[in-house]
């Protein structure tokens, strides 16, 4: 792809607010216009195109639009590093971090807490680790509970770290979601799971579908949904 961009005398690469940004391009056989996008973190503007259209233009699509872009990343929060004594997010609270080098080197929840100890180079990582391993406890739990709601006999859960979607079911035997969503409030990650398994038995968004999904899950929809809108950028301050 590189090579081919170089042949047609163009970087793909934008300036954001100061920062130096790649531009990725995907092309999709039913891609019928460009499509622009900007990372949930900030990092990179995919574009996607037909099959037909020059990558030139794509990229000349993405620097029209610059001001644009600049503002959308503008609004995605500062990282956040976890450091001893700072604070991670987890089920809608934060909890600090008590790290000390004697500790246990495995992460453990006590009260409004997170202690874990070892090396401190390897903190983040392990606390990631940790937080997906939360995550994925959390959502097979859920996921066993919304199966028996709509009559379904469970199905398998895997992590997913996607940028833009907080989950998927692709082929109805499995459900992928977010590990970022162990940060989010309980309603906010269980309507993601109760959408998923509406899926199962609806792929599609049809009344149907929204029927169940009322039928299975518990909240206010409406509630969880605008709360991902307006909330959802700053699940990924942390963990790079």
């Not at 934060?94 to 070892?118: H, M, N, Y």
């Not at 939360?134 to 028996?148: G, K, P, Q, V």
Request: aromatic letters at 8%; one cysteine or more.
């Amino acid at each position: 792809m590189i090579d081919w961009l170089r042949n047609e005398m163009i970087e793909p690469e934008i300036e954001l607010n100061g920062r130096t940004v790649p531009i990725v391009l995907k092309r999709h056989n039913r891609a019928r216009r460009l499509t622009l996008r900007l990372a949930a973190d900030g990092k990179s503007v995919s574009i996607t195109l037909p099959h037909w259209a020059r990558s030139r233009d794509a990229i000349a699509f993405a620097h029209a639009r610059r001001d644009w872009l600049a503002a959308q990343s503008a609004k995605i929060p500062e990282r956040r590093t976890p450091e001893p004594g700072s604070t991670i997010r987890y089920r809608g609270r934060e909890l600090r971090i008590a790290w000390s080098e004697g500790a246990s080197r495995r992460p453990r929840r006590e009260q409004d807490q997170v202690v874990l100890g070892g090396p401190l180079d390897a903190l983040e990582r392990r606390l990631a680790r940790w937080m997906e391993r939360e995550a994925l406890s959390l959502f097979e739990l859920d996921t066993h509970e919304y199966c028996a709601a709509a009559s379904l006999n469970p199905v398998p859960v895997a992590l997913s770290r996607a940028q833009r979607r907080w989950g998927s079911c692709s082929d109805k035997k499995r459900i992928r979601l977010n590990w970022r969503l162990v940060q989010a409030p309980d309603f906010v990650r269980r309507s993601v799971v109760a959408h998923e398994v509406a899926h199962l038995v609806h792929f599609d968004h049809s009344p149907a579908f929204h029927a169940l999904l009322n039928d299975i899950y518990e909240g206010d929809i409406a509630t969880a949904d605008a709360w991902l809108k307006a909330h959802g950028r700053k699940l990924y301050a942390s963990f790079g």
